[in-house]
Nanobody, 124 residues
C-alpha cells in the first residue's frame, strides 16, 4: 500500500500562482493530479510517468500548469500559474503502480492510490 501526502494549496487571487506537492511512501509508475469542484465530477489535470518523465495535460489548461516529479523522493509537483476562479477545486494526488500511456494515464479509475485532497481557491 502506497500512501500519498499532499501539501500546498490555499487561497490566491485571479492571475496568481500556487504550487502543490505530493509525496508517496513507495515507488509508483505514474503520478497525477485530478481535481473536483462542488457538484462536478473528478477531472484529470496532469500526469507524469516515472521512467522517462512523459507528461500529459488536460486540454483546458492551455499551458498554465506544469507537472514534474522527483523520483528519488517519490514526489510529484504541480505548479499552477495564471489561476482563474474556475480552477477552484479540491486537488487530489493519485498514483498507479502499473504502466500507462496516453489517455490511460488520465482515467481516475485506473489509479490505485489517492491522497486526501487539498483545497485550492481562486478569488475573483
Amino acid at each position: 500500500q502506497v500512501r500519498l501526502v499532499e501539501s500546498g494549496g490555499g487561497l490566491v487571487q485571479t492571475g496568481g500562482s500556487l504550487g502543490l506537492s505530493c509525496a508517496a511512501s513507495g515507488r509508483t509508475y505514474a503520478m497525477a493530479w485530478f481535481r473536483q469542484a462542488p457538484g462536478n465530477e473528478r477531472e484529470f489535470v496532469a500526469a507524469v510517468t516515472r521512467t522517462d518523465g512523459t507528461t500529459y495535460y488536460a486540454d483546458f489548461l492551455k499551458g498554465r500548469f506544469t507537472i514534474s516529479r522527483e523520483n528519488a523522493k517519490n514526489t510529484v509537483y504541480l505548479q499552477m500559474n495564471a489561476l482563474k476562479p474556475e480552477d477552484t477545486a479540491v486537488y487530489y494526488c493519485a498514483a498507479r503502480a502499473n504502466y500507462c500511456s496516453g489517455s490511460g494515464c488520465s482515467v481516475p479509475n485506473l489509479f490505485n492510490y489517492w491522497g486526501q485532497g487539498t483545497q485550492v481557491t481562486v478569488s475573483s
